[in-house]
């Protein structure tokens, strides 16, 4: 987020240094790396194939008790991406529209004077700032250490773990469901092609990468791990605030992820994109400068807020459903299937709460709800809408 931020803000004519507490760009690696067509092609990385390790067209919802649910979209609507390459491809634009990459320059906090961020504070120097933009993960550790932010809430440890020598079908996303697979969340299997997968889960209960062995050793016959990689997911959603003097927050420290799964790279580069406008802006304003950044809330809030609401709730509602909630689930989204294939072939995926809508307007969705689900939870589904 902080690149295509830095980006932007200089390809507007400004002066932007990128901080980067590590030695080089893309490692370590927080993400599942599977992005829909569409969000590639917004972050304008899709006539670069050497990003995509796999094409998903479908997805497979296992249950706890093993049922499961293909949804067959019979056209690619994501890809598997590189993460790290991606960063790196991301790093080379920000690059040549004049931004600076500083690497191992870990900030401490924000330095403030009168109200305003006017500086940051690393280890070894002080360094003056005309506006800062915030993007530094999940952790939010430096809008904490600076009292912009009070604690840190709605966020889960997460892993995803490279696995090789597996059978699995390409083309297709696994999706495991489950309090003893992942209490308050879900897991992932994420083909890359050549008999080798992506597995992670995140969790609110358990170390996620014990919880992420077992699964594998459920589902392979036999596997080798190749990597681990540890982080956060975000299902919290936006932070309350984004926008201080002197400081813009982006991406994941600002909370601007899909609840629903944490994914939040097409999201936050959107939202990154005008932090990076508004803050060449906010140097050049010759006017109301806390209307100025005022506009970045309004802007991205425009696009998202709508969106991140419906999501919350349905994050909501899953966490509240028991197991056997969760079968019943399963099994009604198996005797849907034409209906949201049919729909997730229209929509925006990263929307999901376009798809609830547009789901729930197909004839006979609600009498299949009330038959598979009972009439408990049909009507809670139906209140999303």
Known sequence: MGLTAAAEAARHGVDVKVFEE???????????????????????LHKTPSLIQSEVRGVRVVSPAGFDAKIDLETVKAYVVDRALMDVELAR?????????????RVKRFETDGGRVVGLKLRDESIKTGVVVDCE??????????????????????VNVEVRGVEVEDGFVEVHLGRNVAPGFFAWVIPTGDGTARCGLACLK???LDRCI???????????????????VVYGGPIERTAWPGLLAAGDAAGQV??????????????????GRVAAETLSAAGNLQEVLSGYER????????????????????????????????????????????????VDMDKHGEVMARLSSRPGILSKAVKHLGVRLAVKLAGMV
């Open 206 to 208: 358990g170390d996620p």
């Open 93 to 105: 634009r920000a690059v040549r529209a004049g931004a600076e990459i500083a690497f191992g320059r």
């Open 214 to 232: 077992e699964l594998a050793k459920r589902r392979f016959e036999r596997f080798k791990v190749t990597s681990i990689q540890r982080g956060l």
């Open 22 to 44: 590590h030695l080089q760009v893309g490692y370590p690696r927080h993400c599942a790396g599977l992005i829909s067509v569409t969000g590639l092609r917004s972050l304008e």
């Open 258 to 275: 899909k609840p629903t799964t944490g994914g939040g790279v097409v999201f936050g580069c959107s939202c990154a994109r005008v932090a």
């Open 137 to 158: 993960g999940a952790s939010r550790r430096v809008l904490r250490a600076s009292g912009l932010l009070r604690e840190l809430r709605g966020v889960a440890p997460a």
């Open 299 to 346: 802007a991205w809030r425009s696009e998202w807020g709508g969106q991140t609401s419906k999501m919350a709730s349905m994050l909501r509602l899953f966490r509240s459903l028991t197991d056997t909630d969760l079968d019943r689930v399963v099994r009604f989204l198996g005797s849907i299937s034409e209906d949201l294939s049919a729909v997730l072939r229209e």
